[in-house]
Each structure stands twice: as C-alpha cells, then as structure tokens.
C-alpha cells in the first residue's frame, strides 16, 4: 500500500449532491442480483460485476486514446479483476515484489509492469530485476544509488510533486521531487548506468479538479524542454491516477469525459507527437464494480435514534472510511419512509461507527443493507478478522 493516510484539510469536502433519483432500472437490476447471490452466500459479501470493470476500461481507452492506462492494484488486488485486466490487454502499476509477483503469476508480461513506488527495498528492487521489470519511478539521489547498484540499466521516470488540490487523498504530502530538480536527477541517473526516460506524477486520489492534470502536463512539458536542450531525449509521460468516480447517486460535479477532453487537449498542445502517455488509474477502473451487501445482526435504540449494527464494519470492508476519507451511500431493500439513524460495524469497538445520520427505513434484524462504488480501496485495506469478525467474500459476476 502507498496511499497516503494523511489527513488533508481537503479530506473535510463533501460531495455535492443533487436532488434526483438514480435510474430505476439500474437499482432493479442490483437489487435483483443482491437478492439473487443471498440464496446462495452469506453476508458480508461484495459483488465485483465484471461488465462494470470492462465499461470503465473501455470508457478510460476511449475517452484517452493516446493513453495507456497501468492498472494500480492496490485499489483492489483480487485475482479474479487483474486476469479480467490481462484478458482487456491492460498493463499493471505494483508497489512492491509481492504485488509483481501476484500480476506475473496470473499471467500479465513484464513488460507490461510499471514498478511505481518512489521507495523500493533493495530486495525488491533485485527482484524486479530478475523478473525484468524494467520501468520503475523514482524521486530522489538515494534511490538512484541503489537503483545503479541493484538494478544497472532501469528505465527511469522522475515523479514530481505537483498541486493535488481538492483531491480527497493527497500524495504529494509525501511523494514527488521538486520539478526544479527533476532534470538533474535524471541527469545524475544518466550519470549512474540508468535510462532516464521522462516524468511521473500523481495528482491526489479521486482528483475531481482537472487543473491538477492541466498543470502538471504544463511543468512535466518543461522539463522535457530543459532535457532537451540540454541533449536528453525524454519519451514518456505517467500522468499517474486519481481520475474520480461517483459514490454518491446523485453526486454532481464528476464528467471524467469531459475533464479527459481537457487532459487530451493539454497533451496535444504541449507535446511532440512522439511522447508516449501512460497512466495508473486504481479507483476509476475498480470503484464503480463493487456492491458490498451486509446485514444487520442487531439494533438499538440509544440518543434519540434507531441504532443498527452491520456484520461489516470500519475494520473490514468500510476501512476506506478511514484510509481512504471516502463516504458512502448506505441502501436498503426495504422501502418506506426514511428515519434519521445511525449504522454501526460489528466489533467491539466504539470507534467501529460508520455513520450517525443517515436517513434510512426501520430496519430489522436480518435485512439487507447495502453499498455501491466501493470496489476500491477497500477490502484491499480491510483487517483479516479483528474481532473474529470476517471480511467479506468477494464475488465476481
Ligand atoms: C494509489 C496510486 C495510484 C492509483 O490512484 P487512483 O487514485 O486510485 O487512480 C496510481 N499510482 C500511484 C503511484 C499510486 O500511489
């Protein structure tokens, strides 16, 4: 894992919501499924549709032609999403040898291997170099080093730190050299035996500003200038993840296709036509697919409102809550009319609180409660048992 838990005073924005009902036949469509797997599963369970992980592949080779887009696993590292990435012909960002690893045995091609942590292990870093994954980033002196010594002749890219205004998780808090450096780092890694290829960067995690993209193409765009100049031929381009997604129905503010528009335009301005483009989408390729489904084990009634307590919870499968500052959109199969309550894990913990105002139907023990877009950067994050407490099985569909 290399998300960034920070709080950000960016972290505290809530998404702006809009008075209309999702489509009909969409919720018909997952109700019926969710009623449909209960027959046979227990709760918890979270259902990865397939045809969402292809919809949002396809939409990001769409919208960003000139893109590829690396797959960052750590959104969601199930087997079952990496081979249905293999299988669209998707390339893969890991963070570390275990998660190489995971995507070579499934079958994806080293090639197709971007080792995109900033900070490798010496270990990790001759692993990659036995399985030959030779694209790796970096972002400061000291990794070189070792880079030059573990790893002579890896293809290079610097990670600059750029705005990650607005993004809900920051990770320039921590990654990204200073652009001003960049040149000279990758002239040093020149120096060291190392192929220096271009520029990396991240602009936060679900990054609904598009100026973040807009303006880290403009200084990636400069320092390729100064490279060149100074006779360094740079090729690629990793304009990293971030891309947003929707949690909410009703959430307005988030058009990946026009923010893409913007991204494509930037590119096209800035760049000769030989740059290449890639990209490390986790979030917008995953999110979407996810459905989590619990139910409730027990209710009170305590301050005023109807308690209820989920067999899922903050250190399972709502763990994104916490590392990911993501909110979710709490439904149920039961319909009527709605009560202020609050929705609670199953540990013994009080801290284990996933909402206290939600506006939901009475609930009863046994019902249904349930959760979309949340295929990312949750189970992946999960605790496996605290309590006694599983996490949910996870099902592809
Ligand atoms: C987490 C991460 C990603 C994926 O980010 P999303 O916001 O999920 O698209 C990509 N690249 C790096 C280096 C990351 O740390």
Same mark, same amino acid.
Not at 38 to 47: D, I, S, V
Not at 73 to 93: E, M, Q, S, V, Y
Not at 295 to 307: A, D, L, P
């Given at each position: 894992?290399?998300?960034?838990?920070?709080?950000?005073?960016?972290?505290?924005? +809530?998404?702006?919501?809009?008075?209309?009902?999702?489509?009909?036949?969409?919720?018909?469509?997952?109700?019926? %499924?969710?009623?449909?797997?209960? +027959?046979?599963?227990?709760?918890?369970?979270? %259902?990865?549709?397939?045809?969402?992980?292809?919809?949002?592949?396809?939409?990001?080779?769409?919208?960003?032609?000139?893109?590829?887009?690396?797959?960052?696993?750590?959104?969601?590292?199930?087997?079952?999403?990496?081979?249905?990435?293999?299988?669209?012909?998707?390339?893969?960002?890991?963070?570390?040898?275990?998660?190489?690893?995971?995507?070579?045995? %499934?079958?994806?091609?080293?090639?197709?291997?971007?080792?995109?942590?900033?900070?490798?292990?010496?270990?990790? /870093?001759?692993?990659?170099?036995?399985?030959?994954?030779?694209?790796?980033?970096?972002?400061?002196?000291?990794?070189?080093?070792?880079?030059?010594?573990?790893?002579?002749?890896?293809?290079?890219?610097?990670?600059?730190?750029?705005?990650?205004? #607005?993004?809900?998780?920051?990770?320039?808090?921590?990654?990204?050299?200073?652009?001003?450096?960049?040149?000279?780092?990758?002239?040093?890694?020149?120096?060291?035996?190392?192929?220096?290829? #271009?520029?990396?960067?991240?602009? #936060?995690?679900?990054?609904?500003?598009?100026?973040?993209?807009?303006?880290?193409?403009?200084?990636?765009?400069?320092?390729?200038?100064?490279?060149?100049?100074?006779? %360094?031929?740079?090729?690629?381009?990793?304009?990293?993840?971030?891309?947003?997604?929707?949690?909410?129905?009703?959430?307005?503010? /988030?058009?990946?296709?026009?923010?893409?528009?913007?991204?494509?335009?930037?590119?096209?301005?800035?760049?000769?036509?030989?740059?290449?483009?890639?990209?490390?989408?986790?979030?917008?390729?995953?999110?979407?697919?996810?459905?989590?489904?619990?139910?409730?084990?027990?209710?009170?009634?305590?301050?005023?409102?109807?308690?209820?307590?989920?067999?899922?919870?903050?250190?399972?499968?709502?763990?994104?809550?916490?590392?990911?500052?993501?909110?979710?959109?709490?439904?149920?199969?039961?319909?009527?009319? +709605?009560?202020?309550?609050?929705?609670?894990?199953?540990?013994?913990?009080?801290?284990?609180?996933?909402?206290?105002?939600?506006?939901?139907?009475?609930?009863?023990?046994?019902?249904?409660?349930?959760?979309?877009? /949340?295929?990312?950067?949750?189970?992946?994050?999960?605790?496996?048992?605290?309590?006694?407490?599983?996490?949910?099985?996870?099902?592809?569909?």
């Amino acid at each position: 894992m290399h998300t960034n838990t920070l709080l950000s005073e960016s972290t505290q924005i +809530k998404p702006k919501l809009q008075k209309f009902k999702s489509s009909k036949s969409d919720t018909s469509g997952i109700e019926s %499924l969710i009623r449909a797997t209960l +027959k046979r599963r227990c709760t918890p369970f979270m %259902l990865i549709r397939r045809s969402v992980l292809e919809k949002q592949y396809e939409r990001f080779r769409k919208c960003l032609p000139n893109v590829t887009p690396y797959y960052a696993i750590k959104a969601n590292p199930h087997p079952g999403i990496i081979k249905t990435f293999i299988k669209l012909g998707a390339n893969f960002d890991v963070a570390s040898a275990s998660e190489m690893k995971q995507v070579l045995r %499934l079958g994806a091609t080293p090639s197709k291997i971007i080792f995109a942590n900033t900070i490798k292990s010496h270990e990790d /870093i001759i692993f990659s170099r036995k399985r030959r994954v030779r694209l790796v980033t970096f972002d400061n002196e000291p990794e070189l080093y070792k880079l030059s010594k573990y790893y002579p002749g890896a293809n290079v890219l610097v990670r600059i730190k750029v705005a990650n205004i #607005g993004s809900v998780v920051e990770l320039s808090l921590k990654f990204g050299a200073d652009p001003e450096h960049a040149f000279f780092l990758l002239r040093k890694a020149k120096a060291l035996g190392l192929v220096p290829l #271009g520029v990396s960067f991240h602009v #936060g995690s679900q990054s609904t500003n598009v100026e973040n993209y807009l303006q880290a193409l403009e200084i990636s765009s400069g320092i390729f200038d100064e490279a060149k100049k100074n006779g %360094l031929s740079l090729k690629i381009v990793d304009i990293g993840g971030g891309f947003p997604i929707q949690h909410f129905d009703s959430e307005i503010g /988030i058009n990946f296709e026009r923010m893409s528009c913007q991204i494509k335009k930037q590119m096209k301005a800035l760049f000769d036509k030989n740059v290449r483009f890639i990209a490390e989408p986790g979030r917008f390729l995953v999110g979407p697919a996810g459905i989590l489904v619990t139910q409730v084990i027990g209710r009170t009634f305590r301050n005023n409102k109807n308690y209820y307590y989920l067999n899922d919870g903050i250190y399972g499968d709502f763990s994104g809550i916490i590392f990911d500052h993501c909110r979710y959109e709490f439904k149920t199969l039961r319909r009527g009319q +709605k009560f202020l309550s609050a929705i609670a894990g199953p540990t013994c913990d009080s801290f284990d609180t996933l909402s206290m105002n939600e506006e939901i139907p009475e609930l009863y023990v046994g019902d249904v409660v349930y959760v979309k877009n /949340i295929g990312a950067y949750s189970c992946a994050s999960a605790t496996r048992g605290f309590n006694g407490f599983p996490p949910a099985e996870i099902i592809l569909v």
